[in-house]
């Protein structure tokens, strides 16, 4: 059965709507982005996403078949990396990749049931011995949708340093746009969507966001500090 990278896309984007309703994320500040087919994906990929400020690259394949533009694709990120003179600043850009850059391939299994597995983007190519999926639900969106664990998703202002590093370092004869909505939801299911014309202006916003509701749980938890204090207090 033949099933194309888009099928796959649907999956993914339609699974993340509905772990993100599951866990009731009402008012949050959403992106998800699909450039796959765009002048622009060259650089980003087929999808860019963001939830809770934590911001994914994905590209998609169908299969574990040989892909020549992307192993490609990969060695010129790989050499670019290698080319950067500060090795601080060399790891730091492989552990952004690392956290955001990610490759889903799909798998039929013998039942006909679609799975999409991830990993790695650089390790998938560069790597093959050492390729080790994370299967969709189970792992990679949890992992994705759980604000205290880093290993899936990085800030606003990483992801811009990445960007900009697949800009500089990733060749295309292709311009394109790279204008993207952010999207929330309320309790009654009614959505809003804002168009932004590039990354850079959406992550200045989400961040606000973000940085907004860190203020407003660490004022909840003074509140809650000091009414502990005044009980122990009203206690001895």
Request: proline residues 1%; negative net charge.
């Amino acid at each position: 059965m033949k099933i194309y990278e888009n099928i796959y896309i649907g999956k993914f984007i339609f699974q993340l709507g509905v772990a993100t309703g599951i866990r009731k994320m009402y008012n949050l500040k959403t992106s998800v982005n699909l450039f796959q087919q765009n002048p622009a994906d060259t650089i980003l990929g087929d999808l860019v996403s963001a939830v809770k400020n934590k911001f994914i690259l994905v590209e998609f394949k169908k299969d574990h078949s040989k892909d020549i533009k992307e192993i490609n694709k990969a060695k010129k990120i790989s050499d670019a990396l290698s080319e950067i003179p500060n090795q601080d600043e060399q790891d730091k850009i492989k552990r952004i990749s690392n956290s955001c850059h990610f490759l889903g391939v799909g798998e039929i299994d013998k039942n006909n049931y679609l799975k999409i597995n991830f990993y790695k983007y650089l390790s998938y190519f560069l790597k093959p011995k050492e390729r080790r999926g994370e299967s969709l639900i189970d792992n990679f969106l949890l992992t994705y949708l759980d604000d205290k664990k880093t290993s899936i998703g990085v800030g606003g202002e990483r992801f811009n340093q990445y960007v900009d590093f697949l800009k500089k370092n990733i060749e295309t004869k292709r311009g394109g746009s790279t204008a993207c909505i952010l999207m929330s939801v309320n309790e009654k299911g009614e959505t809003t969507a804002i168009a932004y014309e590039s990354f850079s202006e959406l992550i200045i916003e989400l961040e606000k966001e973000f940085n907004n509701e860190k203020e407003k749980e660490i004022e909840i938890e003074d509140e809650n500090n000091n009414d502990w204090d005044n009980g122990m207090d009203n206690f001895f």
